[in-house]
């Protein structure tokens, strides 16, 4: 892809700039394009991700899925940040500025001379205006970066809220629980003493140990079932699978963008089908899941009208 745009715009220049600083121009490009089409592809992510946190704190509102977002942002920084310190060095540095003109360098060499050390200029120029562009984006990873971080401290103070009136409500049914165990004893001692018209019956005795041991044992074996149980293996497996749907929908954002790039240079318009075959074609395995399908068409479509556009 990359090629042909390069091509193409070889054939259509008409600046008179030697090739080597189009074609270097012409990666700045693509490179600040690239890293521009990705940021404005987490930032739905990130907005669903925090519309779904906050309307939700403690229900499963995918808290979870919080690490593998931040890995992926994290990593896409990383490439920023490589890509950025690359150009700063080349800044720093006017001698590699000016062997980056070869073919002022090759006519130089021809007539016996050296290129005017002035000319390191003319590349620096185009350096630092995609260098402050590339810092632009960072900045932008960044502030999503700090979003994520502010609503972890949000949901980390929600929860030690929620923990300090479970640790309150604990003490008062405590003392509850000491208050009304106080009567309860007193009224053991007599209780089997009281006429209630049972105290002739055989069975009586038998009847109400059994039937208040069975209730104990069946609230007992609710708890341990809710605590244990499946439900609670179920909602650990079901998070598991959305964690793991959500890691592979961002393992590859290189395939993302790619698609996304051939939608914006198309008609314009993709519908889930279509996402779907140009994503997996992208891919270097060759292979989407239908989860991942959902999952990344439904964030990305921003006006639910179940396709994919320039505006959303």
Same mark, same amino acid.
């Given at each position: 892809?990359?090629?042909?745009?390069l091509?193409?715009?070889?054939?259509?220049?008409?600046?008179g700039?030697?090739?080597?600083?189009?074609?270097?121009?012409?990666?700045l490009? $693509?490179?600040?394009d690239?890293?521009?089409?990705r940021?404005?592809?987490?930032e739905?992510?990130?907005?669903?991700?925090? $519309?779904r946190?906050?309307?939700?704190?403690?229900?499963?509102?995918? %808290?979870?899925?919080?690490?593998?977002?931040?890995d992926s942002l994290q990593s896409?920084e990383?490439?920023?940040?490589?890509?950025?310190e690359?150009?700063?060095?080349?800044l720093?540095? $006017?001698?590699?500025?000016?062997?980056?003109?070869?073919?002022?360098q090759?006519?130089?060499?021809?007539?016996?001379?050296q290129?005017?050390f002035?000319?390191?200029?003319y %590349?620096?120029?185009m350096?630092?205006?995609?260098?402050?562009?590339?810092q632009?984006?960072?900045?932008?990873v960044?502030y999503?970066?700090?979003?994520?971080?502010?609503?972890?401290?949000?949901?980390?103070?929600?929860?030690?809220g929620?923990?300090?009136?479970?640790?309150?409500?604990?003490?008062?049914?405590?003392?509850?629980?000491?208050?009304?165990?106080?009567?309860?004893?007193?009224?053991?001692?007599?209780?089997?003493n009281?006429?209630?018209?049972?105290?002739?019956?055989?069975i009586?005795?038998?009847?109400?140990?059994?039937?208040?041991?069975t209730?104990?044992?069946?609230?007992?074996?609710?708890?341990?079932?809710?605590?244990?149980?499946r439900l609670m293996?179920?909602?650990?497996?079901?998070?598991?699978?959305?964690?793991?749907?959500? %890691?592979n929908?961002?393992?590859?954002?290189?395939?993302?963008?790619?698609?996304?790039?051939?939608?914006m240079?198309?008609?314009?318009?993709?519908?889930?089908?279509?996402?779907?075959?140009?994503?997996?074609?992208?891919?270097?395995?060759?292979?989407?899941? $239908?989860?991942?399908i959902?999952?990344?068409?439904?964030?990305?479509?921003?006006?639910k009208?179940?396709?994919?556009?320039?505006?959303d």
């Open positions: 892809s990359f090629a042909k745009d091509s193409a715009l070889f054939i259509t220049d008409t600046s700039d030697p090739p080597e600083l189009i074609f270097l121009e012409a990666v490009r $693509d490179t600040v690239t890293y521009t089409r940021i404005r592809i987490f739905p992510i990130v907005d669903d991700f925090l $519309d946190a906050a309307n939700e704190v403690f229900s499963d509102s995918g %808290v979870h899925q919080l690490v593998p977002l931040k896409f990383l490439q920023v940040k490589q890509s950025l690359c150009l700063t060095c080349l720093n540095n $006017d001698d590699v500025m000016l062997d980056l003109l070869l073919t002022e090759a006519e130089a060499r021809s007539k016996g001379v290129v005017a002035e000319r390191h200029e %590349v620096e120029l350096l630092s205006v995609y260098s402050r562009q590339i632009n984006l960072q900045e932008e960044q999503l970066l700090k979003r994520l971080q502010s609503k972890q401290e949000f949901i980390a103070l929600a929860l030690a929620y923990r300090n009136r479970l640790v309150r409500m604990n003490v008062n049914l405590g003392i509850v629980a000491v208050s009304t165990g106080l009567t309860t004893a007193t009224t053991g001692l007599f209780g089997m009281l006429i209630n018209g049972l105290e002739q019956s055989p009586a005795f038998a009847a109400v140990t059994g039937v208040s041991t209730i104990a044992v069946f609230v007992a074996g609710v708890y341990f079932s809710f605590i244990r149980g293996q179920s909602r650990a497996e079901q998070r598991l699978a959305e964690i793991e749907t959500f %890691v929908a961002l393992s590859d954002m290189g395939a993302l963008d790619y698609t996304v790039k051939g939608m240079q198309g008609d314009g318009k993709m519908s889930k089908k279509e996402f779907k075959e140009r994503l997996t074609a992208a891919r270097a395995s060759h292979h989407v899941s $239908d989860k991942e959902d999952f990344l068409f439904d964030v990305l479509d921003a006006h009208d179940n396709e994919l556009t320039p505006e």
